[in-house]
Protein backbone atom coordinates (compact mmCIF):
# COMPACT_ATOMS: atom_id res chain seq x y z
CA UNK A 1 0.00 0.00 0.00
CA UNK A 2 1.80 3.33 -1.20
CA UNK A 3 1.41 6.57 1.00
CA UNK A 4 -1.98 8.18 -0.61
CA UNK A 5 -3.70 5.07 -0.26
CA UNK A 6 -2.93 4.85 3.26
CA UNK A 7 -3.25 8.49 4.02
CA UNK A 8 -6.93 8.20 2.79
CA UNK A 9 -7.50 4.57 4.50
CA UNK A 10 -6.35 6.40 7.82
CA UNK A 11 -8.89 8.93 7.12
CA UNK A 12 -11.41 7.12 6.61
CA UNK A 13 -11.33 4.58 9.46
CA UNK A 14 -10.60 7.55 11.80
CA UNK A 15 -13.76 9.43 11.03
CA UNK A 16 -16.00 6.41 11.62
CA UNK A 17 -13.97 5.73 14.74
CA UNK A 18 -15.01 9.40 15.91
CA UNK A 19 -18.89 8.61 14.74
CA UNK A 20 -18.73 5.33 16.82
CA UNK A 21 -17.03 6.87 19.64
CA UNK A 22 -19.88 9.70 19.04
CA UNK A 23 -22.97 7.47 18.46
CA UNK A 24 -26.17 7.97 20.21
CA UNK A 25 -26.52 4.28 21.21
CA UNK A 26 -25.08 1.17 21.03
CA UNK A 27 -26.28 -0.32 18.12
CA UNK A 28 -25.33 2.72 16.15
CA UNK A 29 -21.88 2.72 17.62
CA UNK A 30 -21.71 -1.22 16.64
CA UNK A 31 -22.86 -0.48 13.26
CA UNK A 32 -20.21 2.28 12.71
CA UNK A 33 -17.82 -0.54 13.83
CA UNK A 34 -18.95 -3.09 11.23
CA UNK A 35 -18.39 -0.43 8.62
CA UNK A 36 -14.37 -0.27 9.94
CA UNK A 37 -14.04 -3.99 10.18
CA UNK A 38 -15.26 -4.14 6.90
CA UNK A 39 -12.89 -1.98 5.82
CA UNK A 40 -10.26 -3.69 7.05
CA UNK A 41 -11.71 -6.92 5.81
CA UNK A 42 -10.93 -5.25 2.01
CA UNK A 43 -7.79 -4.18 2.81
CA UNK A 44 -6.45 -7.33 4.09
CA UNK A 45 -6.26 -6.25 7.27
CA UNK A 46 -3.19 -4.17 6.32
CA UNK A 47 -4.79 -0.73 8.41
CA UNK A 48 -3.11 2.26 9.73
CA UNK A 49 -3.89 3.52 13.33
CA UNK A 50 -6.61 5.45 14.20
CA UNK A 51 -6.45 8.79 15.02
CA UNK A 52 -10.13 10.76 15.92
CA UNK A 53 -7.96 13.24 19.04
CA UNK A 54 -8.94 16.99 17.50
CA UNK A 55 -11.53 15.83 15.22
CA UNK A 56 -14.82 17.74 15.30
CA UNK A 57 -17.71 16.60 17.20
CA UNK A 58 -19.88 17.80 14.17
CA UNK A 59 -21.19 14.49 12.99
CA UNK A 60 -22.85 15.60 9.73
CA UNK A 61 -19.04 16.27 8.82
CA UNK A 62 -17.59 13.41 9.83
CA UNK A 63 -19.91 11.27 8.34
CA UNK A 64 -19.02 13.89 5.05
CA UNK A 65 -15.37 13.22 5.19
CA UNK A 66 -15.88 9.59 5.77
CA UNK A 67 -17.53 8.96 3.08
CA UNK A 68 -15.36 11.34 0.84
CA UNK A 69 -11.99 8.99 2.01
CA UNK A 70 -14.57 5.89 1.29
CA UNK A 71 -15.64 6.64 -2.12
CA UNK A 72 -11.48 7.91 -2.66
CA UNK A 73 -10.79 4.33 -2.29
CA UNK A 74 -11.70 3.27 -5.61
CA UNK A 75 -8.94 5.22 -6.60
CA UNK A 76 -6.38 3.42 -4.85
CA UNK A 77 -8.02 0.07 -6.90
CA UNK A 78 -10.77 -1.17 -4.05
CA UNK A 79 -13.17 -2.30 -6.21
CA UNK A 80 -16.32 -0.50 -6.61
CA UNK A 81 -18.76 -3.10 -5.20
CA UNK A 82 -16.55 -3.32 -2.38
CA UNK A 83 -16.88 0.58 -2.08
CA UNK A 84 -21.07 0.67 -2.33
CA UNK A 85 -21.49 -1.87 0.13
CA UNK A 86 -19.32 0.29 2.66
CA UNK A 87 -20.93 3.53 1.73
CA UNK A 88 -24.55 1.57 2.28
CA UNK A 89 -23.29 0.34 5.63
CA UNK A 90 -22.01 3.81 6.83
CA UNK A 91 -25.57 5.03 5.83
CA UNK A 92 -27.24 2.38 7.50
CA UNK A 93 -25.30 3.10 10.60
CA UNK A 94 -25.77 6.83 10.16
CA UNK A 95 -29.58 6.13 10.20
CA UNK A 96 -29.41 3.99 13.32
CA UNK A 97 -27.39 6.98 14.63
CA UNK A 98 -29.80 9.26 14.00
CA UNK A 99 -33.13 7.38 14.97
Do not use: F, K
Not at 56 to 63: E, F, M, N, S, V
Amino acid sequence: MLLPHAQTLAQARSYVAALADRALTLDASSAYERVLLELDRVHGDECPALDTEDLTDDRAILLAVASNAIEELESYGIDALSIELILAMLVDAHDLDIG
